[in-house]
């Protein structure tokens, strides 16, 4: 039996569903990466493009990577969340945000990339206190 991912946007306008299993699960450190997330890093499935379909208004934005291919990332236009991503280099695949998916059971991290240019805060200490969800945690007055 195929499995089938579903994923959607911060607003919902965007959906998108992707059948089979992903060639691979990465996180990156790049600076596009950090950047277009505005944190430490990006989690990505990579499917083929043909299993994989998207509904709704996408925006994107596209650069030269230093590999001299052409990056596109694509997100939703109405509220920005990342979609998905191309390149170039790989072409006929795409790389949906695994943030994005609905159920991600049975993904894990593959590889991670571009360790070097992780920042020194993007990672969970040993002496951290950490929550499972949203704690109810509210700023001192
Ligand atoms: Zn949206
Ligand atoms: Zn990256």
New binding site residues.
């Given amino acids: 039996m195929t499995k089938t991912y579903t994923g959607k946007c911060l607003c919902g306008q965007i959906t998108y569903t992707a059948s089979g299993s992903p060639i691979v699960v990465a996180q990156?450190?790049?600076?596009?990466?950090r950047r277009?997330s505005g944190t430490g890093?990006?989690v990505g499935a990579m499917f083929a493009s043909e299993v994989v379909a998207v509904s709704g208004k996408l925006s994107e934005f596209s650069y030269s990577s230093d590999k001299d291919s052409q990056v596109t990332k694509v997100f939703c236009a109405n509220c920005g969340s990342p979609i998905y991503g191309t390149n170039t280099r790989i072409p006929d695949h795409l790389t949906l945000s695994l943030g994005t998916m609905d159920d991600a059971s049975g993904l894990y991290i593959e590889v991670v990339?571009?360790e070097r240019d992780k920042p020194h805060w993007d990672r969970l200490g040993q002496d951290v206190v950490f929550f499972a969800t949203q704690p109810d945690w509210k700023p001192e007055s």
């Fill in positions: 990156c450190h790049c600076e596009e990466c277009l890093h990006t990339i571009f």
